[in-house]
Each structure stands twice: as structure tokens, then as C-alpha cells.
């Protein structure tokens, strides 16, 4: 059985915010600020603090343009960002059963 250490979870993805945030740009690559505000089912002011955070970390950029003369921001998850997101979610898989100890197939028990 191996040991799980909680302190090397990324402090970064404990927000239930930004944890969504980073998975549903796993999916969508780049999303418009307002696709992800409502996917996150977060308010304006609070996917924005979020987005900043995750900006500041490297985890996602932003990009502004305009598309028929209104404003557009988009938001893509980086290289670092994937990376963070597989190495939490291989983190927490370690929480779980191998099959031959009390696992089935995967899943959990």
C-alpha cells in the first residue's frame, strides 16, 4: 500500500472554482470568459478572481480581441496547467484501491 501525502496536492486546484475552471478548459482548450463563467455556474467577480489566479500561475492565459466590435476574452489552458491537472488527478488515484486489494476495475468501492 502506498502513502498518501496531502501536503503534495496543488494548493492551486483545492478551490472547487478553479478545479472546474482548469477541467473544463481541459476539454474546451480555449473558451470566452463568459462560456466558462456559466459552465462553472460562478459569478463574474468570482470567475474573474479565479481566472487571475490561475493566469498568475501559469496554468491558463488570456488573450483580448474584439469580434464585431465587442469585446472578447478567451482563456486557454497552458502546457502547465494540463500538466497541473494530471498530476492532482493522478495524486488523488493514489487514494484509491489497486483491483487486487478491494478495487473494482477502477472504481470506486
Do not use: C, W
Not at 483545492?14 to 482548450?29: D, H, P, T, W
Not at 488527478?89 to 470506486?108: C, F, M, T, Y
Amino acid at each position: 500500500m502506498s502513502t498518501f501525502d496531502h501536503t503534495a496536492i496543488d494548493e492551486m486546484l483545492q478551490s472547487r472554482v478553479r478545479l472546474a475552471i482548469i477541467a473544463y478548459l481541459a476539454g474546451a482548450q480555449t473558451a470566452e470568459f463568459s462560456a466558462i463563467r456559466d459552465a462553472t455556474k460562478t459569478t463574474d467577480g468570482n470567475a474573474s478572481v479565479h481566472l487571475r489566479k490561475l493566469e498568475e500561475a501559469g496554468y491558463v492565459s488570456m488573450r483580448k480581441h474584439f469580434l464585431n466590435r465587442k469585446p472578447q476574452t478567451l482563456y486557454t489552458l497552458t502546457d502547465t496547467g494540463h500538466q497541473a491537472l494530471l498530476a492532482y488527478v493522478a495524486h488523488l488515484e493514489k487514494l484509491l484501491p489497486p483491483e487486487k486489494d478491494g478495487g473494482r476495475n477502477g472504481q470506486i468501492p
